[in-house]
C-alpha cells in the first residue's frame, strides 16, 4: 500500500477556507470530502431581534460580489408578508441593478478567476502578460457592471439604496443614459471574448445533475417565479424548506443542501440556462449557438461559457431597461408592518439564494434562514470530483490536484460566502 499526501496552502481565485480528502484504493475512489473549515458568520443569529427592514443591509454584508441577491431576497421575503407588490418602473430598476450584479460577478470569474485554469496560467496578472487586451476588455465590462450597481444601489460593494418595498431614491433619466455607451461598448467586447473562451480545451464529464432553478412565464430569473427542478420539481417559495434541506455534515463548517428524498442538486449558471434556455432573448440564444452550446449542457466546466451567455443576457437586458426607463413618482411602495412568515429567492449569479423570515407585530425579526447557493451546491461538488479523479486516475498527483482545483472553480464557491484555502490530501491504496 502506497500513501501520498498533496499540499496545495492556498487555491487563490476563490474565497474562503477549505480542505479536500481523497482516498483512492486501487483503480477505485472510494472517499472524496470537499471540508470548509472557515469559521461560521452566525448571520441568521444577527438577524434576530432586528427590525425587519434591517435585513437588506445586513445581509448586504454577507458577500462582496454578489449582495444584491441577498438583499433581493430578504426584501421579497418581507414584501411577501407585508402584501407588497412592487411593479412598473420599480421593479424593472431591480432588474437592472441585478444586471449590474451578473455582469461584475460573472466577468471576474470567467477572466480574472477561471480563466487561467484553462490557458495554464498561476493567475490573471501572468495570464494578462500573453493576453493583455482581453485582461482589459474584462476589466472595463467589470466595470460597467460595477457602475450599474453603484448608480442604483448607492455603491459597489454592499449598496445602501435597496429598501423594503422599492428603494429610497431613484436614478435620474438621464444618470442612467450615461451607461448606455459602456454598456453597448462591453456587449460587443463580451461577444468577442466568449469566442476567445470557445477556443479553451473542456475536460469531459458529463454529469446527469437535477437541475435546480428560479422560472418565470415571462423572463430569464433574477428574482419571483416559482422553484422548479429538471427532475419535475414546481414549487412556490413557500413549499422550498419542506423539499430542500440543509444538513450538517463531519467534515465541513458549511451545511450541505440535498434534495429530500433525491440527493444532491445543482444551482448555478447551467441549471438557469437548462431551465429557462427558451426565455432567454434572441442575441444570447445566438451566443450560444456561436460557441457550440446546445439547449442542454451537462458539462461543469463548461459553465463558463454559460456565463458568458448570460453575461451577454445581463446586457442586453440593461440596454432594454434603460432605453424605456420614466422615472417613477415615488422610490417604493407604501405599506403597513404585519406579523407574519415571509420567503424569498433570487437568482445569486452562483445560483438560488433563499431566504425565510419570520417577524413579530413590531416588525422584528423572530427567526431567520438564509440557504446560499454554494452550501447548496457542495454535495454536487463532491460528486464531480469524485468522478473527475476516478476518470484521471493515469495522472500524476499534481496533475490531479490542478484539475481538482479547476473542478472547484467551476461553481465560483463562494462561502466566505467558499474556499481560500485548499489542502489536498490522496491517499492511494
Same mark, same amino acid.
Given at each position: 500500500?502506497s500513501?501520498? /499526501?498533496?499540499?496545495?496552502d492556498i487555491?487563490a481565485r476563490? #474565497?474562503g477556507?477549505g ?5 483512492v484504493k ?6 472524496v470530502k470537499?471540508?470548509?473549515y ?6 441568521e =443569529?444577527?438577524?434576530v ?8 443591509d445586513?445581509?448586504?454584508?454577507i458577500?462582496?460580489?454578489c449582495p444584491?441577491a ?6 421579497h421575503?418581507?414584501e411577501?408578508?407585508?402584501g407588497?407588490?412592487?411593479?412598473g418602473?420599480?421593479?424593472e430598476l431591480?432588474r437592472l441593478?441585478?444586471c ?6 460573472h /466577468?471576474?470569474?470567467?477572466f ?11 493567475d490573471?496578472?501572468s495570464?494578462?502578460?500573453?493576453h493583455?487586451?482581453?485582461v482589459e476588455?474584462a476589466?472595463?465590462i467589470?466595470?460597467?457592471g460595477n457602475?450599474?450597481v453603484?448608480t ?15 428603494f429610497y431614491?431613484?436614478?435620474r433619466k438621464? /444618470?442612467l443614459v ?12 463580451s461577444?468577442e471574448?466568449l469566442q476567445?473562451?470557445?477556443t479553451f480545451?473542456?475536460p469531459k464529464?458529463e454529469q446527469d445533475?437535477?437541475?435546480v432553478?428560479l422560472s418565470?412565464p415571462?423572463e430569464?430569473p433574477?428574482?419571483?417565479?416559482r422553484?422548479?427542478?429538471?427532475r419535475g420539481?414546481?414549487l412556490p417559495l413557500?413549499?422550498f424548506e419542506?423539499?430542500f434541506?440543509? #444538513?450538517?455534515v463531519e467534515?465541513s463548517n458549511a451545511?450541505h443542501g440535498?434534495h429530500?428524498?433525491h440527493?444532491?442538486?445543482h444551482v448555478?449558471?447551467l441549471?438557469?440556462y437548462?431551465l ?5 432573448p434572441?442575441? =444570447?440564444k445566438? =451566443?450560444a ?6 439547449e442542454s ?5 463548461k459553465?463558463?461559457?454559460v456565463r458568458?451567455?448570460?453575461?451577454v443576457?445581463?446586457?442586453h437586458?440593461?440596454l432594454?431597461?434603460?432605453k424605456?426607463?420614466e ?10 408592518v404585519?406579523?407574519?412568515v415571509?420567503h ?5 449569479p ?5 431566504h425565510s423570515?419570520?417577524?413579530d =407585530?413590531q416588525?422584528v425579526?423572530?427567526?431567520a434562514?438564509?440557504m446560499?447557493?454554494?452550501s447548496?451546491n457542495?454535495p454536487t461538488i463532491?460528486?464531480d470530483?469524485?468522478?473527475?479523479v476516478?476518470r484521471?486516475l493515469d495522472l500524476?498527483?499534481e ?5 481538482c482545483?479547476?473542478a472547484?472553480?467551476?461553481?465560483d ?5 467558499? /474556499? ?7 491517499v492511494?491504496?
Amino acid at each position: 500500500m502506497s500513501t501520498k /499526501t498533496l499540499k496545495v496552502d492556498i487555491l487563490a481565485r476563490v #474565497e474562503g477556507e477549505g480542505a479536500m480528502f481523497v482516498k483512492v484504493k486501487g483503480d477505485s475512489v472510494e472517499e472524496v470530502k470537499f471540508r470548509i473549515y472557515e469559521p461560521p458568520r452566525f448571520f441568521e =443569529a444577527f438577524l434576530v431581534g432586528r427590525k425587519y427592514d434591517e435585513a437588506p443591509d445586513i445581509t448586504a454584508r454577507i458577500c462582496g460580489i454578489c449582495p444584491i441577491a441577498y438583499q433581493m431576497s430578504s426584501v421579497h421575503a418581507m414584501e411577501s408578508i407585508m402584501g407588497v407588490h412592487v411593479g412598473g418602473q420599480l421593479r424593472e430598476l431591480r432588474r437592472l441593478i441585478y444586471c449590474g450584479e451578473w455582469i461584475e460577478s460573472h /466577468t471576474l470569474h470567467m477572466f480574472m478567476l477561471h480563466a487561467p485554469d484553462f490557458l495554464g496560467y498561476p493567475d490573471a496578472i501572468s495570464m494578462a502578460k500573453d493576453h493583455r487586451q482581453a485582461v482589459e476588455k474584462a476589466l472595463k465590462i467589470k466595470k460597467t457592471g460595477n457602475d450599474i450597481v453603484k448608480t442604483v444601489g448607492g455603491r459597489e460593494i454592499h449598496p445602501v439604496n435597496v429598501r423594503v418595498g422599492g428603494f429610497y431614491k431613484v436614478p435620474r433619466k438621464e /444618470t442612467l443614459v450615461k451607461l448606455v455607451d459602456p454598456l453597448r461598448y462591453s456587449l460587443d467586447a463580451s461577444l468577442e471574448l466568449l469566442q476567445l473562451l470557445a477556443t479553451f480545451e473542456f475536460p469531459k464529464l458529463e454529469q446527469d445533475y437535477e437541475f435546480v432553478a428560479l422560472s418565470h412565464p415571462g423572463e430569464y430569473p433574477f428574482t419571483e417565479g416559482r422553484i422548479v427542478s429538471s427532475r419535475g420539481v414546481d414549487l412556490p417559495l413557500s413549499e422550498f424548506e419542506s423539499n430542500f434541506v440543509e #444538513e450538517h455534515v463531519e467534515h465541513s463548517n458549511a451545511l450541505h443542501g440535498n434534495h429530500i428524498g433525491h440527493g444532491a442538486y445543482h444551482v448555478g449558471p447551467l441549471a438557469r440556462y437548462n431551465l429557462n434556455h427558451a426565455k432567454l432573448p434572441d442575441i =444570447a440564444k445566438q =451566443a450560444a449557438s456561436m460557441v457550440g452550446l446546445k439547449e442542454s449542457v451537462n458539462n461543469p466546466f463548461k459553465s463558463l461559457l454559460v456565463r458568458g451567455v448570460e453575461t451577454v443576457f445581463a446586457i442586453h437586458e440593461a440596454l432594454r431597461i434603460i432605453k424605456q426607463y420614466e422615472e417613477p413618482e415615488d422610490p417604493f411602495v407604501k405599506y403597513e408592518v404585519k406579523a407574519g412568515v415571509g420567503h424569498g429567492c433570487s437568482e445569486a449569479p452562483r445560483g438560488i439564494c433563499f431566504h425565510s423570515y419570520e417577524i413579530d =407585530a413590531q416588525g422584528v425579526i423572530r427567526k431567520a434562514r438564509i440557504m446560499p447557493p454554494t452550501s447548496q451546491n457542495q454535495p454536487t461538488i463532491e460528486s464531480d470530483l469524485k468522478e473527475l479523479v476516478r476518470r484521471n486516475l493515469d495522472l500524476s498527483d499534481e496533475e490531479l490536484t490542478l484539475k481538482c482545483e479547476q473542478a472547484i472553480r467551476n461553481y465560483d464557491p463562494c462561502i466566505s460566502c467558499a /474556499t481560500h484555502f485548499l489542502k489536498l490530501k490522496i491517499v492511494r491504496e
